[in-house]
DNA sequence: TTGTATGCGTTATCAA
DNA sequence: TTGATAACGCATACAA
């Protein structure tokens, strides 16, 4: 792709040449007052500058030239735009939806704006129609500042991708939810959200607990055996051997995500395991769970106690009241630090990449109890 | 904001004398070779587009250059980038996402990007933190080729913004959902999507319709014209005078949309006006409209018939299932469309602001049926 | 404190 | 078909 829009008239701004002419100085003169540099004269920069307002001059409308001349000595210019790698879905989960208004609300108190680089799902988000194996012009150009990864990214070829690009690879890049060498990232604390989780559990009472897991993604097995780490701190803090009481599940990539949770369901209690509540992966993995417990004639949580993930999808019982007790992740800080954090090392505020784990909270609803047996 | 990035290493790309040197040849017939000019020699050509292969030369590292060139003739680059202006709720409305997922399909399929200019909401959607009062830099550097804008856009100041830009003024802007001037547009028919409804209930045997708006956006208020429109078109059509049957709400912009709804039905039924169906202002507000009929004692569809709008949401019934009778927007199409339009533009290939208007269908489900008495 | 000269990498005009 | 030369608008080193 190259010239040609469906332009015409092409806008001939206004030069420091005809402000200079104006005011009868040389045009650098008009140059360094523009830039409020201290070497012009108080007065003669006062006139500059009135000129220049008056005859409308914008430096933005001769960026190119401005781009141009700064090559020489190597500086950049901050363009106020940042890339938002992602993977095509956030506008259906709500999951990712926090996280980007977390985002969006920082870059528009920023004057920053939010370039998208959607992982090439079709409008159903379900066929991929397309997988990165460049990067937009607009990278090469050099006119994006920093870049910001959600999910998997950091497992694609986006990462590989923007190292290698020379004219973005000096520009900081925020992993969010896992860290990635040469990013700063905005991680959630899974590993004590498995063990607030756990911790409840056995204060109940419970012993014996079903670890539930659906389809993996490499983002999803990371924050597992994050969590399995809390789960297992849990259980050694009560003396008691995570070994003996933790029952993990296989994952069946085959299996549908309702399937996995409720075979292994089935399993467990077929195999005679003697397990008093259930971990869900998220809270849909929460809702399945209660599902798959129903057919087998178990109650939550008078027979199982269950616990989700997230909290950003209620499981509503008769009253059509959230019952579900699960680890609520401050998803739109991850947003929201994340976005300042990248923006401080575009800014050159913060010089090195830097790495944040926040807190999470174990909300406590219906669907924990007493264990019945 | 302007020099200085957390940047260091100055990346010094290939330049066209580089290559010329390397070929024995003047850097314009490099120039020439590499933008695939007819007047320079085969031979040659192939020469210097296999060296500059060889050193690893993109026009696009130089772009700034290129840029300030081209001033001279008044041609424009294409950037690959269009804005997307909005109400800061697409994350949160299905029906804005709908519409965003056609845009994205589109722009990703053609190697367009999304810029993102959202009305400046906080990360809850609630508190307006700041409103448009001049574009993004990146506008005035002419590094966007056109702009699409959704909802209410189209009555705030961001045309006149847009339109006054000099170094955006000769682009193409889309509206999305309603006409504007100096625009193209994509529209649904809710004439049409009016008339459907009332010639379904008209069949059924209704007379009496009473037609519940909730509070107003200036683009609500141009989609109820629309609709009324249809409603009588589709009573003039039965022989019917609409003026007799067709019974519309007064909004009070201090109340709640729900409250709106319910009100309006209450003061119908204490006024004794016989309506054995009401039309929702979309699938929201028929969910309201069913809870304040059940507030009366009364049921859908036994008592009284319900249509919404958008098809975007569903009323659950018992079972569980969709029970809404409404009115589907090709809303995925709309975005698809408009995107396929302004991009249209953009290359130039259509040459007129354009405007269209996709069909929709009446949806008949389970809530609406013939009238009680 | 201000003016002069040069370069940034490209495109475009005009000769050769 | 190719080469020389002049813009494009700004920044900067250096001279005045």
Redesign the pocket.
């Known amino acids: 792709m190259?010239?040609q829009g469906a332009n015409q008239q092409p806008h001939?701004?206004?030069?420091?040449?005809?402000?200079?002419d104006r005011c009868?100085?040389?045009?650098?003169?008009?140059?360094?007052?523009?830039?409020s540099?201290?070497?012009?004269?108080?007065?003669?920069?006062h006139r500059i500058l009135a000129v220049a307002e008056e005859m409308g001059?914008n430096?933005l409308?001769?960026?190119?030239?401005?781009r141009?001349?700064?090559?020489?000595?190597g500086?950049r210019i901050i363009n106020q735009v940042v890339a938002l790698f992602y993977e095509g879905n956030f506008t259906h989960h709500r999951y990712y939806a926090e996280i980007f208004d977390g985002l969006s609300e920082v870059c528009t108190l920023t004057d920053f704006q939010i370039l998208l680089v959607p992982r090439s799902f079709d409008a159903q988000g379900k066929r991929l129609i397309r997988e990165f194996k460049t990067l937009p012009p607009i990278f090469s150009r050099g006119d994006i500042d920093g870049a910001i990864l959600i999910d998997d990214m950091r497992f694609s070829k986006v990462p590989h991708l923007l190292f290698r690009e020379p004219s973005f690879r000096a520009c900081p890049v925020m992993s969010l939810l896992w860290p990635a060498p040469g990013c700063s990232s905005v991680l959630t604390d899974d590993e004590q959200g498995g063990y607030l989780s756990v911790r409840h559990l056995l204060a109940l009472g419970h012993r014996h607990i079903l670890h539930c897991w659906g389809p993996e993604s490499h983002l999803g097995h990371y924050l597992a055996k994050q969590r399995v780490l809390g789960y297992r701190r849990a259980y050694q803090e009560a003396g008691l051997d995570p070994e003996q009481y933790l029952h993990a599940t296989v994952v069946e990539p085959y299996l549908s995500a309702y399937e996995n949770v409720a075979r292994r369901i089935q399993d467990a209690c077929r195999q005679g395991v003697p397990f008093t509540a259930v971990l869900a992966q998220n809270d849909t993995g929460a809702g399945y769970a209660r599902q798959a417990l129903a057919e087998l004639g178990l109650r939550v949580p008078q027979d199982v106690s269950l616990i989700g993930f997230d909290d950003t999808e209620p499981l509503l019982d008769d009253a059509r009241q959230n019952m579900l007790t699960t680890v609520h992740l401050p998803l739109v800080d991850v947003g929201r630090e994340g976005a300042k954090l990248l923006l401080g090392r575009i800014r050159g505020e913060i010089a090195e990449d830097t790495s944040i784990t926040l807190p999470v909270e174990l909300i406590v609803r219906g669907s924990t109890g007493p264990p019945a047996r």
């Open positions: 190259t010239e001939k701004p206004v030069t420091m040449q005809e402000i200079a009868g100085v040389n045009k650098n003169t008009v140059s360094l007052a523009l830039r540099d201290p070497r012009v004269a108080v007065a003669t920069a001059y430096p409308y001769n960026d190119a030239a401005r141009l001349a700064l090559r020489k000595s500086k």
